[in-house]
C-alpha cells in the first residue's frame, strides 16, 4: 500500500508540473529562462563546452554559471537532429529557420525541470525514512513538497532554483543515509555541492548546512577535525567550485552585480530583522497550511530537543541572514529550503498523531491555489491571448504597432527594417531571423512596429503623428508601459477591439517569478499578466 501511495503522489507531482508548461510561448516572458536556453545554442553555434574561451560571444546573455545550459545540450542537440530531417532546406536556413520560434526549447528545458521537481518529491521521501523510520512520515514529508505552490510553480520552467532544491535534498540524503560511514556522507555529499555551484551560487550555501550537520545532528567534535576526510571535503567542495568558475567566470560576478549596491549599504538591526519577517509574510500568503505545521513542529520540537529541528532553524537562519549581508531578499531564495520545511511540517503532523484529517485536509488545502495556479497557465498570460484575437481580428499585413513589456506580433521584412531606422537598438535576434530567412514562414505576418525595446526619444514624443503619417491602424498596448513612454496618446480616440484584465495592482514580479501576492494574485485576477488593449484607429 505504501508504494502505491508513493507511486500515485509522483504521479500527481509530475502532472501538476506538467501542466501549463507551454505558457507565455513563444514569448519569453518567465525571467532568466532565455540565459539558459542561448547558453546552450551558443555551445551549439561555436562547439565549445568552455564560453571562458569565446567571451565576447556569451557575455550579453548568459549570466549564470553554465552546468544547466550543459544538461540542456543533448536533448537540444537530439530535437534539432529531429527537426532538420523533416527540414527541406540547407543547414543555413535551417538555422535561421529555428530561431524564429525556440518554443520547442523551451519546452523541452521545462518538462526536465518538471522531471527534476517530481524526482526532488521522491528523494525527500527517501530522506524521511532515513530520519525518521516511518513510512507515514516519510509519505508526508513527500506530499507536502509535491502540493507546495513555490516548488510546483518554478517546477514549471526552465530556471537553475529546482535543480538547486533538488541538489539540496540529495544532500540531505547523504548526510542521513543510516548505512553509510561519515566518510562517505560528508564526502558525497561535499562532492553535490561542489558540482552545484556549476548550477547557481546560492549552492554554496549548503555549505553551512553540511557544516551544522557535522556538529549539531552528528556530534562530531573538534578531534574529528585531526581525521584526514574532513578537509578533503572542504578540498573537494574548492576544487569543484574553481572548476565551475574557470569554465564561465561571469556567470558567479555578473548575477551577483544586481546585488553589490545592496551588499555595501549601511546595516542595521530593524534591516535584518525584516528579512525574516518578509519571508514568514510570504509562506503566510502563499502557503499557510506548510507554515502552520512548521510552527507547530518547533513548538513541540523545543520540548523534546529535536538535533535536527535545531539545525534546521540554525541553518535557515543564516541562509536568510546570507542574503541579507551579501545580496538581497526575493520570495523565490526561500525554495531552496523547502525540502527542511517538508521534512520538519511532516513531523509537525506526525507529533500530533497523524491524524487521517489533518493529513488530507492539510493537503486538499494546498493544492487549491496549485490547481488554481496550473488553470491560469493553460488559461495563458493576458499577451499570448490578446496576440491570439490579433490573429482572428487583424488582416495578415495589416500596419500594427505593439506597445507591451517582451510582446510582439511576426513581422514582416520591410516593418523590421522600418524599426531599425527607428531605432537600430531595439532590434532583437529574432527580428533578424524573421528578416535574413529564406525559409517562407507560416502566416500571418503583419507590418509590425514592436516596440516594447523601443528607446528613441524623439521616435515616442511624435508617436501620434507617426502612426497616422505611416498608416498604422492598428495599436495593441498595455497601458501602464504606455503611459510610461508616450503618455494617454493611445488612450485617446480609436475604437476600442478588445481589451484584457489581468493582474494590474502593482508592475512587480508576476506570479510566475515567485509568490507575487500569493493568493490574492491567484484568485482575484482572471489571467496572470498585465491589462491589454486592442485598438483600431482612422488613418484618413
Known sequence: MPKKLLAILLLVAFVLRVVGIGYGLPLW????????????????????????????????????????????????????????????????????????DLSVFFLVSRLISAMIGTATVYVVYRVGKNMFHREGTALLAAAFLAFSFLHVNFSHWGRHWVPATGMFSL?????????????????????IVG????????????????????????????????????????????????????????????????????AKTPKTLSGFLS??????????????????WLIIRCVVGIKHRDRFLLASAVFGFLYIAAFYFLFLHTDRFLLLLYPLFALVAARGISVVGEKKFFTVATMVFMMI??????????????????????????????????????????????????????????????????????????PP??????????????????????????????????????????????????TTIAQLHGYVESRGDSVVNGIGDGWKQLFFSSSIGPEMVMKKFSIY
Not at 536533448?75 to 535561421?96: D, H, N
Not at 544532500?171 to 562532492?191: D, G, M, N, Q, V
Not at 507617426?466 to 498595455?478: D, F, W
Request: charged share 15%; hydrophobic share 50%.
Open 195 to 262: 558540482v552545484g555551484m556549476g548550477v547557481t551560487q546560492q549552492v554554496g550555501l549548503l555549505t553551512l548546512c553540511i557544516v551544522i550537520w557535522f556538529f549539531l545532528v552528528d556530534r562530531f567534535g573538534l578531534r574529528t577535525l585531526r581525521e584526514w576526510w574532513p578537509w578533503a571535503c572542504v578540498g573537494m567542495y574548492l576544487f569543484l567550485s574553481l572548476i565551475a568558475y574557470s569554465l564561465w567566470p561571469p556567470g558567479f560576478y555578473v548575477a551577483a552585480a544586481a546585488g553589490e549596491f545592496i
Open 29 to 100: 516572458l518567465v525571467g532568466d529562462e532565455p540565459a539558459f536556453i542561448f547558453g546552450s545554442f551558443k555551445m551549439m553555434e561555436l562547439h565549445t563546452l568552455i564560453p571562458a574561451f569565446h567571451q565576447a560571444d556569451f557575455i550579453s546573455t548568459f549570466y549564470y554559471p553554465p552546468y544547466l545550459s550543459y544538461l540542456y545540450l543533448l536533448p537540444f542537440i537530439a530535437v534539432a537532429c529531429v527537426k532538420y530531417l523533416f527540414f527541406s532546406g540547407t543547414f543555413g536556413e535551417f538555422t535561421q529557420f529555428l530561431q524564429t
Open 369 to 442: 491555489p496549485v490547481i488554481r495556479y496550473d488553470l491560469l497557465l493553460v488559461k495563458n498570460d493576458t499577451r499570448i491571448q490578446m496576440l491570439q484575437i490579433a490573429k482572428k481580428e487583424i488582416p495578415a499585413g495589416a500596419k500594427v504597432m505593439v506597445m507591451a513589456p517582451l510582446t510582439r506580433l511576426p513581422a514582416t521584412v520591410q516593418s523590421i527594417e522600418e524599426q531599425e531606422v527607428v531605432d537600430a537598438a531595439s532590434i532583437r535576434s529574432v527580428d533578424n531571423a524573421e528578416r535574413f530567412s529564406s525559409v517562407v514562414l507560416a
Open 445 to 494: 505576418r503583419y507590418h509590425a512596429l514592436n516596440l516594447f525595446s523601443v528607446r528613441n526619444v524623439d521616435f515616442l514624443a511624435n508617436i501620434g503623428e507617426y502612426r497616422q503619417s505611416h498608416g498604422y491602424e492598428y495599436v495593441i498596448y498595455e497601458p501602464l508601459l504606455a503611459e510610461e513612454r508616450v503618455g494617454d496618446i493611445f488612450a485617446r480616440g480609436g
Open 171 to 191: 544532500i540531505l540524503f547523504c548526510l542521513s543515509h543510516p548505512e553509510w560511514s561519515a566518510r562517505k556522507r560528508y564526502l558525497t555529499a561535499s562532492l
Open 275 to 292: 528579512g525574516y519577517e518578509f519571508y514568514f509574510m510570504n509562506l503566510v500568503r502563499s502557503e499557510p497550511l506548510l507554515l502552520l
